[in-house]
């Protein structure tokens, strides 16, 4: 069985980066077709995609957020990384990681973490 967990702080101050951890248990990040992604869920918003990163390392943004995102991870550790850059309250969220089988969905998941809730406030 596969387990996410995400890690990071729940409180970021606008124009400071974010970052999150994704901790994967049960699977190693660098085996298999799987997209390693990183999806949010604004208040009264649908999930957005944000990007992802797969088992060769390779990666991939959604363009809407404007080259603010990256994705990087940590074999060693089984850890994948997202780090989002100038963020203003709009980005205020409640931030997942999750395996999927596609690249860009937020319904084709194998595995969601249980999600974590960012703040953007000065």
Known sequence: Q???QESGPGLVKPSQTLSLTCT???GS???GAYYWSWIRQPPGKELEW???ITYSGSTY???SLKGRTSISRDTSKNQFTLQLSSVTPEDTAVYYC?????????????YWGQGTQVTVSS
């Not at 999750?98 to 194998?110: D, K, M, P, Q, V």
């Open 61 to 63: 943004y959604n363009p």
């Open 50 to 52: 944000m990007g992802a």
């Open 2 to 4: 596969v387990q996410l």
């Open 29 to 31: 990040i660098t085996f």
């Open 98 to 110: 999750a395996r999927a089988l596609t690249l860009g969905t937020t319904t084709e998941i194998h």
């Open 24 to 26: 994967v248990s049960g």
